[in-house]
């Protein structure tokens, strides 16, 4: 086992990796909670939705563990479970049985992209200088979500954002947490991301901020009124607003899962000369995690960026993929427990490995103007807009802009020019 994990080479241990799988299930365990709330509101079961959602987690991260020895958890997306319900049910009116073929479709236009290795190529061909921005970006993003979950920022309606009430028992609970994680990081205590969620859960039931669970043991909800609708309805796809829906679906999702994916292995020192090890294989697996989720009956499933909070915890193999999904499985029966993995919990690992993830910056070459411009693009429309996919797009159509400014035109790979031009067409038609 540890030789097929390359534990060695990795410099790891199983109880380094296991508290790593534990810390990053933790920290998307919400998934589990949220996900189903936000596809009921398109008319899908809820019940069906959080079987779904589960084992469409333990199928990709599984593959993505054992196929490309990444230490990175896989489950449906937020930003498109949203795009889903709100914007092609709700709002374009679509019924959710065919919006859930268009993630199909989606899906398994991504496995063609991943076995013909496109993905693999492209992301190969992004700029060094990019995928630092594109690592750091999501940090500040990431860090924005746990500061934005746990209250400690809150919308106003003057300045956008606005320091919210400290005061209030969720909000103080994830401060403590915050002091508590930092002081533990800074005392170099191995999990310490892990513990730091753990005391904040404790204190949260102590102080009555947390709810105690009512049971430990929860029946598993049957899947049967979403499984396999997909296949009923690929008659309905053949319209230019599903062909919409498709194109978003797979464009976002791309995008997403190759920021996520740069980050993560940049964080956990995989990257080696401009290049990620088992990016295919990576890609791969997410994508068919997402055909998988689709029949089985939830939205197009993504890397999950909180996946970093484990890489910090000390996760650098597959066999952290391996220990997360068991824990997915395990949250089959268990769910009820997960009510004490609250937003406050969670909030304070999300701002320290956004922390970490955010020092990429530090080797962006900052003194070259036509360089510093886009990466800084890339990094503030991230938190700025909500969204990893939009930040890559504007750095990628202003990495041309300033490098022809600049007449070095001949250091850009050409792919580099047809995603700008793509990225342009999708700002200006899709969105």
Do not use: C
């Not at 690592?135 to 746990?150: E, P, Q, R």
């Not at 999904?325 to 997960?338: H, T």
């Not at 701002?351 to 036509?370: D, N």
């Amino acid at each position: 086992m540890k030789q097929f994990f390359q534990f060695l080479d990795r410099q790891t241990t199983y109880r380094q990796e296991f508290l790593a799988g534990i810390t990053t299930f933790l920290s998307m365990a919400y998934i589990l909670v949220v996900n189903p709330i936000v596809l009921s509101e398109a008319g899908m079961d809820k019940g069906a939705v959080f079987t779904a959602t589960a084992v469409s987690a333990i199928i990709g991260t599984l593959l993505i563990g054992i196929l490309a020895n990444y230490p990175i958890g896989i489950a449906p997306s937020m930003g498109l479970n949203s795009f889903f319900t709100y914007s092609v049910v709700i709002g374009m009116g679509i019924p959710w049985q065919t919006a859930l073929t268009g993630v199909f479709i989606s899906g398994v236009l991504f496995v063609l992209l991943s076995i013909f290795k496109i993905r693999e190529k492209i992301i190969e061909v992004i700029p060094q200088d990019l995928k630092y921005a594109i690592g750091s970006g999501i940090g500040f993003f990431i860090a924005f979500i746990g500061l934005k979950n746990s209250g400690i920022v809150v919308a106003n309606s003057a300045t956008f954002v606005s320091l919210g009430n400290i005061q209030s028992g969720p909000t103080l609970l994830a401060v403590v947490g915050f002091i508590i994680t930092v002081i533990l990081m800074v005392k170099n205590v191995r999990g310490a991301i892990f513990y730091g969620m753990v005391i904040t859960s404790i204190l949260g039931m102590f102080f009555g901020i947390i709810d105690k669970p009512k049971a430990i043991i929860g029946g598993i909800p049957s899947l049967e009124p979403t499984f396999g609708v997909v296949f009923m309805q690929l008659g309905d796809i053949f319209s230019i607003e599903l062909v919409a829906v498709v194109f978003t679906f797979l464009f976002v999702a791309f995008f997403d899962t190759a920021g996520t994916l740069i980050a993560i292995a940049n964080q956990a020192g995989l990257v080696k000369d401009n290049k990620i090890p088992n990016a295919g294989r990576a890609l791969l697996a997410d994508a068919s995690a997402s055909v998988a989720g689709s029949v089985l009956g939830t939205s197009t499933t993504a890397s999950f960026i909180e996946s970093s909070a484990g890489i910090a915890a000390g996760g650098r193999t597959g066999f952290t993929s391996v220990v997360i999904s068991g824990m997915f499985a395990i949250a089959l029966f268990f769910s009820p427990l997960l009510s004490i993995v609250t937003s406050e919990v969670t909030a304070p690992a999300l701002i320290i490995v956004g922390t970490l993830m955010a020092s990429e910056v530090r080797h962006i070459k900052w003194e070259r103007f036509e360089i510093a411009i886009p990466a800084f693009v890339t990094i503030i429309m991230m938190p700025l807009t909500y969204g990893v996919a939009t930040g890559i797009g504007l750095g990628f159509i202003m990495y041309p802009i300033t490098m022809i400014a600049m007449k070095k035109q001949k250091e850009i790979s050409p792919i580099v020019y047809v995603l700008a031009l793509i990225f342009i067409a999708y700002f200006a038609f899709v969105i």
